[in-house]
């Protein structure tokens, strides 16, 4: 039995207790026509007395209408606004539309599946949002009168399989709504025309569009937390609102594209003409608990937008919809900037990510390679790129603790904080003479953090991992879980994720690996920087718990790489005893040619003690 079939014989039900309501019928009748309604779905006959019945005595009491599925063999009536839902169909989308505004009701990818369907073998198709959840409706005022066309009746004009014209009569004009789709394509093109409205000025129309997504990934706050509203100012470029909670905006400059976007599947709506700057707003809001909505949907969101029609039409705007997945070579094809939605991280680390890891993930794809392994060739091309500086940070590290008994003994020369300069200039001398710097592994450092925050961000916003297994994790675009408790723990979460704990262990593995080239700080009230090297990966057990497998996965192989580059270059290729005797060989021929011109930084710092000295010996005076 279909959606449609099913939803019928609960309206059909729902008509006729209204109508025994009304009439005042025994409990045994009441009884006799429920068990009636099976055989009534099969009698035209008898579906049509039932629909005229509810409908004459709603009209007479409330004044509401029921939706019911088909408008056969059903009169017209003033003021009454019939749902009537019929379905078109690509080989990528199945679309509900309802003559109810003449607007599309639902929507559903026929290739994609949500995680309940996928997890549990189903085919059903996934739905980005159902009857009740999308809503686009155009508002304008007829003198004093608000006017919205969620509330006219829409017929359907024409029975194309690739286009779909809905009309509605208003005082002798036509309002019409054109659909078109076609294969191969997540775009419906879409345009509306006001035609011979006497009296409704253009600028008085503004189009209401209003969507609540529903979950369709493993992790429903993983959805929201980065689901909001996107879009292209003409002038200001792209921007969104707000992730974590309710936001809004009034626009100052024309808009060129609205996109409602959650983790992996959005809708974008591009006007062919900009909306206008006066009265477009959009807003995101956030669900109470209490909300019915709060365990089953995303987020809801709004737009009012006002219409700059064709000026070479007569009251015709035309637009694009996109309805489909936010996968970065899909987006990527549209010269609408639609990519940026993505959220691959700002300046460097976007650039990053698009012009260096997605392409070489994309091309590892193409290759071949499964999603597990082409995670492990990109770890491992760009830890074997980041060698060098790898290579450069440990040696920095090696001469400095190769000194460190020559910086303790100055530490303890000058105790007292009156002779600071003294300390930092006799320090600076002692690296000047040795060639080593304690800077020296900083910038290394900082050529790398770029790289790691750069991944952060992108797999978890990498379409590619969505729905794909790896060994335990039966989705790599969310958590892997081993152990689910049943209970949610704080901070933690209700499971444990086998991927998160071994990129914590080889992070600690790493850190107890390298604390002896940590130097301590000397001076009091300074944190212990071990403890801290050793709180980090036990904070990120909790940290990375919930977050996409695929990401834990990226950043476990990548430390184990650099244990392994980091055993190679002690065992093989750096030898200490060797690299201790060269330092003191440029220590001795630095003191053998005297004394050398003083730097800049140097003076500087020596003016500046002497004048510290001076304001001391006044001081005490």
Known sequence: ???????????????????????????????????????????????????????????????????????????????????????????????????????????????????????????DALCLFAKGDHLTSYSFFDGDQLIQTKDLNFELKNDSK??????????????????????????????????????????????????????????LSEQRRVSTICFDEKEEGFDYLSETSDDEKDFDNEVNWIAYKQSYFSSFLSPKTPFQKNGTSIKVSTYQEENAKDSTHIKDFSSILTLNFDPNSNNTASFNWYFGPNDYELLNEYNENYDDILNFGWGLFRWINVYAVQ????????????????????????????????????????????????????????????????????????????????????????????????????FPSAFELRQQSFLWADDLSSYDSILDFGFSIPLYGDHISLFTLLMSATTLFYTVMNSGNVQQPTQPGMPNMKVLMYIFPVMMIFFFNNYSSGLSYYYFISTLFSILIMFMIKKFFVDEEKLKLKMEAKAGSAAAAGPRKKSKFQARLEEMQRKQQEALKNKKK
């Open 1 to 123: 039995m279909d959606r449609n079939t099913l939803t019928g014989l609960v309206l059909i039900g729902l008509l006729l207790t209204v109508f025994t309501i009304i009439n005042k019928p025994s409990e045994e009748e009441i009884k006799k026509q429920e068990a009636e309604i099976a055989k009534a779905k099969e009698n035209a006959q008898v579906k049509k007395q039932e629909n005229e019945s509810a409908l004459i005595n709603s009209s007479s009491s409330t004044g509401n209408i029921p939706e019911v599925d088909t408008l056969q063999n059903i009169p017209a009536q003033q003021n009454v606004v019939l749902d009537s839902v019929f379905t078109r169909e690509t080989d990528q989308f199945r679309i509900d539309f309802s003559t109810k505004g003449g607007q599309i009701s639902a929507m559903f990818l026929n290739k994609y599946k949500s995680y309940d369907s996928y997890s549990r073998e189903l085919n």
């Open 162 to 219: 690739t286009s779909v014209v809905l009309e509605a009569s208003y005082k002798g004009g036509i309002i019409r709504q054109t659909y078109k789709f076609k294969d191969k394509s997540f775009n419906i093109d879409y345009k509306v025309e006001f035609v011979e409205l006497n009296g409704i000025a253009k600028d008085n129309i503004q189009l209401i569009w209003q969507t609540a997504f529903l979950q369709t990934e493993k992790l």
């Open 359 to 458: 392409p070489l993930f994309t091309l590892l794809l193409s290759l071949g390679f499964g999603l597990g392994l082409s995670i492990f060739l990109l770890t491992l091309f760009i830890k074997t790129a980041l060698m060098p500086v790898q290579w450069k940070m440990f040696v920095s590290s090696v001469k400095m603790r190769i000194l460190k008994p020559k910086t303790e003994a100055i530490n303890a020369k000058y105790p007292n904080k009156d002779d600071a300069m003294k300390k930092q200039m006799e320090m600076m001398n002692l690296y000047k003479e040795s060639g080593a710097s304690p800077l020296s592994g900083c910038l290394p450092m900082l050529i790398q953090m770029p790289i790691l925050l750069a991944v952060f961000r992108f």
